[in-house]
Structure formats: structure tokens, C-alpha cells
């Protein structure tokens, strides 16, 4: 049987996976053992997650690449109405409108649209007429990314918002969109923090001006996007008041978490003071104290990491941080031997987005970005970021297994 043919598979990859899984579930009952030293309920539900992952992975990676190509604009639709359903399914009273509860399990639907983000995008710029150097092939494409990522936004989800914001950028670069055109997608985001200060903002708009003409941009287009940029950053303050108030004290917990330590610089301030304590070997398992006496907060989730540096130390950090990056090689290895484009910008997007959860999630926990909700692949605790985890490197393994196999 096909699903059974383990011709062209990746060891490495597939070894890494599985590694990656195992060391999470002894973090895992590191972080949520009972007092009695018995497996906690979280760890069951973990491991029963993770064998059901592990079929839908083995299911993914029998699958031709031809299918979901051909599949990959109804994946998309599919996607958005369940981004759409959660306004309707979700209970309000629980917060923010993000999960589908189905009793004996709550769905997350924003992680299974990743995927079919990624494979509408790949099958759209793999189309033979698909040029980013004209300007409504590029509008397509960033259409393409606007509905998952405006509709996640609403929730309000930030953090999964900028992964789709990352992942569209992403795969705008490996479809071979002309670096001035990434100038300007990028230059709202620069124009924002500019805003902070006066002298910061006069400074950005002139090294735009000096980057642009480099680049031998039209005058007119020059002083359109100055402008734009100039609209931008005086009218972030006024962006700023729209958020809500979780937002703004997220960020300002990243800018300076001291000022505010029993609230919202709380979580940063523990997982910092937890990873410090760590040094070279850590405290042991189930010897964290930060840990184990519940001062680090969703220490099982998003914090996830802040357990491994301080049970596990620099030594047990730097050994999940190899298999990582490990991993995320191997994907973009799998996108660098792939016969068609389509292929190539599957793979190159599950790397990404898996780089992406890591350098954020990883990031959050030392204090260099601000706290998202974002998981660790594979570690944190959580049954729908797991399946889209295993689900997407089963079209990875999927494709290597038929990286002979022409796909458009």
C-alpha cells in the first residue's frame, strides 16, 4: 500500500518529530505533575492528541501533492467559513471568539486555515500566468492573505494574525516578488513604530526616500509612498486607542514589563526569573520552583519553554532550540529538491510557519517579543495546533516521499 512505502522518506525529519513530541510530554508532566507523582490529565489528553496526530500525518503523507493542488482553493473556502463560524458557534461569555467547543474537545479553526492558506497561496503563485511583478497578480495574492488574516484579527487574535501576516510575506519572497515591491508592503509596519518618536519619524521617511530612489523608483511613487508612510505614523496614535485593553497591555508589558509587574508584565517578568534560574543543567525535573509552585503562568502552553530552561537549564534549551532548527531545515531542504513550484512553495510555507511559532513563542519567553498567545510546535500543550503541526508535515513528508513527481 502507498501510505505503507517508506521509499525517499526523511529520516531526519521524521526522527526529529517524533523526538520533539517525546521531549514534550517530559516537560509536559514536569510542568503539570501531581502532587502524588501521578500522569496528569493534561499529559493523557496529550498523548492521546499525538496518536491521533500521528495518523493524520501517515494519512497527509500517502496523499499525492496533485491532490491537494487540486483541492487547495476549496481547502481555502472551507478555512474561511470556519474562521467565519466561530462568530456564530463560539460562546461569548468565555472570551474571545476563537474556539468551537465540540464537548470533548475545542477546535481551534484558525490553525487548520494555515494550512489551507498555505496551499491556496502556493497553488495560486504556481500558476504558469502567475507574475508578482505586475500589480494584479500581487493584489491577488495579497487578497489572497487579507480575508484569513482580517477575519482572525476580528476575533480578536493578534498573534495568529501576524502569523498569517508572516506567512503571506513569506511566500511572497520565495514566489519571487521584486524586493522593491516587499519595501513597500513592509513599509507600514516600519512607519507604525516610527511613530513613537518625532526625531525617529523624520529619520524613517528619509531613509525611505534614499532606499527608494536606489532603487530607482519613479519620483511619483516616491513622494506617494512618503506620504502614505507620513499618513501612517500620525494616525498609529489613533490606531492605538482602537485596540483593546489586553492589546495595549501586552505591548507595553513588552516594552517595559517592570513597569507594571503584578499585571500585565507578570507573565514575562516569572518566565524570565524562571529561564535565568535554569543556568547551565537546570533544577531537574519536577525541581522547578517557578514552576512547580505555579507562579509561571499557561506554563503548559505558551510558557511551555520557561519549564525547559528552568528544569532542563541552558543545556536542554539548546538541545529542543537544535531540533528545531533541525526540523526547519529539513522543510526548506524538501522545498530546495522539489520538482514543481508548487511543491517547493507547500514545503517552503510549513517552514516558515513553523520558524515563525518558534522564534515568537521562544522570543515571548525571554522577553524580546511581546507576549501573543502563540504555542511551540510540538511542546505546548493543545490538541488543534498539534494536529495542524502534524498535518503539515505530512505534506511535507508527503512531497519528499514524490520529490521526483512534477507538480505544477
Known sequence: MKF??????????????????GFGFVVLWAATVTD?????????????????????????????????????????????LLL??????????????????????????????KIAFILAFARLASDKKFNPVKLTHLLRALALTAVPLGLVLVQPDLGTSMVFAALGLSLLIVAGTPLAYLIVLVSPLFAALASLDTVLMVAYLILLMIVTWRL???????????????????????LWDQLKPYQKSRLVSFLQPEADPRGSGYQVIQSKVAIGSGGLTGKGLTQGSQTQLKFLPEQHTDFIFS?????????????????????????????????????????AGVSSMLAFHVFINVGMTVGLMPVTGLPLPLLSYGGSFLWTVMLSLGLVIGIQRRWREYTP
Open 36 to 80: 502524588s507523582g501521578e500522569m496528569s490529565l493534561l499529559l493523557q489528553r496529550q498523548i492521546i492528541w499525538s496518536i491521533v496526530g500521528t495518523i493524520i500525518l501517515i494519512l497527509t503523507a500517502s496523499l499525492s501533492p496533485r491532490v491537494h493542488y487540486a483541492l487547495a482553493y476549496i481547502f481555502y473556502i472551507i478555512g474561511c
Open 84 to 113: 467565519l463560524s466561530v462568530f456564530f458557534l463560539s460562546d461569548p461569555a468565555k472570551g474571545a471568539a476563537r474556539w468551537i467547543d465540540l464537548g470533548f474537545l475545542n477546535v481551534q479553526p484558525s490553525e487548520p486555515a
Open 4 to 21: 505503507l512505502d517508506i521509499k525517499n522518506l526523511d529520516p531526519w525529519l521524521i526522527a526529529v518529530t517524533f523526538l520533539l513530541i
Open 216 to 238: 530607482r523608483f519613479r519620483f511619483s511613487m516616491i513622494f506617494i509612498l512618503v506620504i502614505l508612510n507620513l499618513g501612517i505614523s500620525l494616525g498609529t496614535p489613533k
Open 307 to 347: 519549564v525547559v530552561g528552568e528544569e532542563l537549564g541552558f543545556i536542554g534549551a539548546s538541545f529542543a532550540m537544535l531540533l528545531f532548527m533541525i526540523l526547519i531545515l529539513r522543510g526548506f531542504r524538501a522545498a530546495l529538491i522539489a520538482k514543481g513550484k508548487y511543491s517547493a512553495m507547500v514545503c
